[in-house]
């Protein structure tokens, strides 16, 4: 059952979390920045983006019947979908100033309000015009997470902490900035053994709540027993493969990964500054917290589980998306109950806050790659309103993330949730392993 009262409430969450985020921007300038990787559009494509697509979606699926700035409803479309973030053909562009693009987002909330209330207190599912309204706010939760790891990459001096943001986890204030091989202690790992059992992957079109196209369907698939990493790798765990040459020996990565790491010269993770001495988050410089997950992209977290193998009983790799199911089944709800996610802070937290839970961090705090591609699920069908969700990713360039992080919010913390990025991206996302007990 939906009701206008809630899903304005969500609406009006997510838009406010937009304003919030964006309140960091230091200067107007600062609405042009992009990350020194080129692959993505300046801040105020985004800003204007979540806006536009209300507009766009509400006007396909017939609930509004004219657009409010034909010339921004087409400029800020454009690269609507985050997927083809290799196309920057249109970096090219002037982008409207700050003031133009808020006035207009103004006339978009009032617009959205109307559409709303007019919505009647009934059920509804993806065949009804209202499912919008629910994508849109669904999509602008996803680029507050996206954009926020945006920030993440330019540079510090754009931003300042915004005052309506969430905090970071109170361990920022206590983190160490001492190196872990000079006494800083950081979560050893442990493995915990799953049982193997039948998993079904996919949601059922019954459920009302939203869902993306990918999240449909049915496969029932059987896990294997596995063991898996008690925590998250952690910066200190990392800190380990960085100092033992993993950045400078080709055997622990694929072709592709290494080719990757040539290519940006990277020597350690994104995010650690002064080769870990400090960490950067959304829109600080903190003293390394050793116990914090450690951000990598996909190539970072094969060759650090390749780096693992060399020292273990078994070749060690990261997850299935039936072994995550399968232990998020076994850890149950306490799993989400503690769960560093939902913005409740603005930043990852220890791995190892909670070490009374069987395994922490099943779901939230950070993304988790797995081994698998992004694929459809059986039943797969593409949304007539964003027939380009998933479908350009299923090209075996995408890999599959699941669990969340402190940023996901909405439909991105539920179970059925599949998110996928190119293995070179970066997210706020990280490591955890298996392997074959
Ligand atoms: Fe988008």
Sequence with gaps: MHNPTTIFNDFRSAWSTTENLFSALKTEDSLLAAPEHGLRHPLAFYLGHVAVFYVNKLRAAGLIREGIHPLFEELF??????????????????????????????????????????????????????????????????????????????????????????????????????????????????????????????????????????????????????????????????????????????????????????????????????????????????PMPWSWPVIANFHEAKAFANWRTKNDSAPVRLMTESEHHRMRTVVGPRAVSTANFDLRFGSEAPVDRDTSLPICDVVGNVWQWCEDIFLPLTGFRPHSLYPDYSTPSFDGKHQLLLGGSFASTGDATGPWNRNNFRRHFYQHAGIRLVRKP
Aim: charge should be negative; glycine fraction near 6%; aromatic fraction near 14%.
């Design 77 to 286: 479309a454009i690269g609507v979908d985050e997927h083809s973030w290799d196309d920057m053909t249109k970096n090219s562009r002037s982008w409207p100033s700050l003031s133009a693009i808020n006035d207009y987002r103004e006339e978009v909330y009032a617009l959205v309000s109307q559409a709303i209330s007019r919505i009647e207190d009934a059920a509804f599912d993806d065949t009804n015009p209202e499912w919008a309204i629910l994508m849109a706010i669904e999509h602008e939760r996803i680029h507050i997470e996206t954009t926020s790891v945006l920030m993440r990459e330019i540079p510090l001096v754009n931003f300042r902490a915004p005052e309506n943001f969430p905090t970071l986890h109170p361990s920022s204030k206590a983190a160490p900035s001492l190196h872990p091989k000079a006494g800083v202690d950081y979560p050893k790992p442990e493995w915990v053994a799953v049982s193997g059992g039948e998993v079904r992957l996919g949601k059922s079109r019954n459920c009302s709540s939203f869902g993306w196209d990918c999240e449909y369907g049915e496969a029932w698939r059987f896990a294997e027993p596995f063991e898996v990493s008690k925590y998250l790798v952690s910066n200190g765990e990392f800190y380990e493969f960085v100092s033992d040459g993993g950045y400078t020996d080709d055997s622990y990565w694929t072709d592709e990964g290494a080719a990757w790491r040539k290519f940006r010269n990277r020597n350690s993770p994104q995010f650690w500054v002064d080769g870990g001495r400090k960490l950067r988050t959304c829109f600080e410089e903190i």
